[in-house]
């Protein structure tokens, strides 16, 4: 079945470390996004992109990195940049980045720190 | 910029009662309007979604919703809740601009379902 994979399910950082999640997607869409959620305060939009090599800042791109080598993978990297990452993070896909076209999420990864 | 709020932060209803979750948009013309839920630790799922005619749109299971111009609300409802249906529900909104538009997500309404 066509999905978006998202790992590890859990995750902790150290201070001053860098930790890359994961988000692989086999439905051939070209766009890909990620998103925080707290509690509270819905979805924010980190960094999406709309084709592969080619990606834009969200809300609340400070902190985080991303790349878009291949078409089905989209990693986001928390940097140490990012003073409070302790959120769940969601990736998500859609066929293009037209704006009727629904989004595709994956189940998402906790992050926290140690 | 669009805007979605979505009054009620958490809602409990018995198992069978009716269901209403309130959506309000701010846009100046009539946006793309989506309902999504989201069980405990899971990501989002589609439940249904409005582009344009008629103003009462089917989703998945069982839900649906209407959208009202006049009162710039796109509310679900449901004649019948399971108890499955505990979970959280987001309303969002586009722009009816094309590409790069962006959605933006209310905050979210957390549903209890009583036996």
Redesign the interface.
Same mark, same amino acid.
């Given at each position: 079945d066509g999905g978006i994979t998202q790992s590890p399910k859990y995750l902790f950082r150290k201070e001053g470390q860098n930790v890359t999640l994961s988000c692989e997607q086999n439905l051939n869409h070209d766009a890909m996004y990620w998103y925080r959620q707290d509690p509270g305060q819905g979805l924010r939009l980190i960094y999406y992109s709309q084709i592969v090599n080619d990606f834009q800042k969200g809300d609340i791109a400070e902190g985080y990195s991303v790349s878009r080598e291949k078409k089905e993978s989209f990693p986001l990297t928390v940097t140490s940049a990012q003073k409070n990452p302790t959120a769940f993070y969601l990736c998500a896909s859609s066929i293009s980045d037209y704006s009727n076209q629904p989004q595709h999420f994956g189940d998402g990864t906790r992050l926290s720190i140690l | 910029a669009q805007s979605v709020t979505q009054p009620d932060?958490h809602i409990t209803v018995s198992e069978g009662a009716s269901l209403e979750l309130r959506c309000n948009y701010s846009y100046g013309a009539t946006p #793309?309007l !989506?309902w #999504?839920v989201q069980s405990p *630790? /899971? *990501? $989002? /799922? $589609?439940l249904l +979604?409005y582009?344009s005619g008629d103003t009462l749109v089917q989703g998945i299971k069982g839900f649906e919703a209407e959208f009202k111009r006049s009162q710039s609300s796109f509310n679900l409802r449901k004649p019948s809740v399971h108890w499955s249906d505990a979970a959280e529900y987001?309303c969002a909104v586009?722009?009816? +601009? &094309?590409? &790069?538009? +962006? $959605?933006t !997500? *209310?905050?979210?309404t957390r549903l209890a379902v009583r036996p």
């Open positions: - | 932060i #793309y !989506f #999504y *630790g /899971q *990501g $989002l /799922q $589609l +979604k582009f987001f586009a722009r009816v +601009k &094309g590409s &790069g538009d +962006k $959605l !997500f *209310g905050t979210g």
